[in-house]
């Protein structure tokens, strides 16, 4: 059980110090006789070595690809909700779009926060990631990460899947609600304050005849 969680901790940043000790102990002979030591100190270095290749471990990836999907699906739906804004519709009726727009944007914005504490919640404190202090680990150390397993990969695509069906409703909701609203097709700048029907000249009493006799033929 000591091994395992000194394993556990060698893969942590903070066991990285550490593992520099073991390893000078390993060389010195101190450690020398007893593998799994020597097996853990070989995987620290291992993990080290990935990090400073940039290659990140499963629960940082998928944290970030998340966080990705969330946000682009938010932005796209709020472009929705924000197009509403410029429905021509009637003044008795602008309060209500107005209302109907912000409270929509609103319920997304919520519905994407929700959404990122739902990914942080499964991803904070996974062997990757350090996790709050005493949070983690069955031994109550803060430095013994959970492993980040095929489960909880699962969990976090379900929090995205439903969020991102969630966000879209909201939008189409939001137009479908605007959509009931009676709209108006504003004039050209031009015909403000004309008349709807302006008679011409040929049609006003007194005015030029619609037509224009022919003449009487001479002899």
Avoid at 162 to 188: F, H, Q, R, S
């Amino acid at each position: 059980m000591l091994l395992t969680n000194l394993a556990a901790f060698l893969s942590t940043t903070k066991g990285a110090a550490a593992a520099t000790v073991v390893a000078a102990a390993a060389l010195t002979g101190v450690a020398a006789t007893n593998q799994d030591v020597q097996n853990a100190v070989n995987t620290t270095v291992q993990t080290i070595t990935r990090s400073a290749d940039s290659s990140q471990p499963a629960v940082v990836a998928a944290r970030n690809k998340a966080d990705k999907d969330l946000r682009d699906a938010f932005r796209a739906d709020q472009q929705k909700i924000a197009k509403l804004h410029s429905t021509h519709v009637d003044n008795t009726d602008r309060a209500t779009l107005n209302t109907t727009v912000n409270t929509a944007d609103a319920a997304l914005r919520d519905r994407l926060t929700k959404a990122l504490n739902d990914v942080a919640a499964l991803t904070l404190g996974r062997n990757g990631l350090e996790g709050a202090s005493g949070a983690t680990g069955s031994t109550g150390s803060p430095d013994i990460k959970k492993e980040f397993t095929a489960d909880t990969q699962t969990k976090i695509d379900e929090v995205v899947t439903t969020a991102v069906t969630d966000m879209d409703k909201i939008a189409k909701d939001a137009e479908d609600a605007v959509a009931l609203l009676p709209t108006v097709t504003p004039g050209k700048p031009e015909d403000a304050g004309k008349p709807a029907d302006v008679g011409k000249p040929t049609d006003v009493q007194g005015g030029k005849p619609a037509s224009v006799p022919n003449p009487p033929a001479h002899p």
